[in-house]
C-alpha cells in the first residue's frame, strides 16, 4: 500500500488553469480535499473504481476529477480558478466494500497537501 502524495499546486492567476496529480496504491475510492484558512476541511470530489464520480456544489462544473484507482493515480483538473478557491488540497483514499464512494465518505488515509494560491 502507498499512502497519497499529492503534486502540482501553485500559484496561478484568477480565470486560470491547474491540474493536480496523486499516486495512492491499495485503495477503490479516492478523492480529493481542500482547507481554506480559517475554514474546515471539505472533501469536494470523489472517484469510484468503477469510475463514478461525486463533486460538491462549490466546484462543480469547474473542476473534473479524473484517473484510475486502480492504477493509483488521479487528478484534479481546475479550471476558471477564483481567489476564493485558495487553499491547501488534499489527496485522501480509502479501501471500502459496500459503501458508497462520495463526498461524503469518511477517507481513512490522506496526503500532506499541495497548496494553490489565486491571484485576482
Known amino acids: 500500500q502507498l499512502r497519497p502524495v499529492e503534486s502540482g499546486g501553485g500559484s496561478v492567476e484568477a480565470g486560470g488553469s491547474r491540474r493536480l496529480s496523486c499516486v495512492a496504491i491499495g485503495y477503490n475510492c479516492m478523492a480529493w480535499a481542500r482547507q481554506a484558512p480559517g475554514k474546515e476541511r471539505e472533501v469536494i470530489a470523489s472517484?469510484?473504481?468503477?469510475?463514478?464520480?461525486t463533486y460538491t456544489e462549490a466546484i462543480r462544473g469547474r473542476f473534473t476529477i479524473s484517473g484510475s484507482t486502480t492504477k493509483g493515480l488521479i487528478y484534479l483538473e481546475m479550471n476558471g480558478l477564483k481567489p476564493e478557491d485558495s487553499a491547501i488540497y488534499y489527496c485522501?483514499?480509502?479501501?471500502?466494500?459496500?459503501?458508497?464512494?462520495?463526498?461524503?465518505?469518511?477517507?481513512?488515509?490522506w496526503g500532506q497537501g499541495t497548496q494553490v494560491t489565486v491571484s485576482s
Open positions: 472517484l469510484s473504481e468503477k469510475s463514478q464520480v
Open positions: 485522501a483514499a480509502t479501501y471500502r466494500r459496500g459503501a458508497e464512494c462520495s463526498v461524503r465518505l469518511d477517507y481513512t488515509d
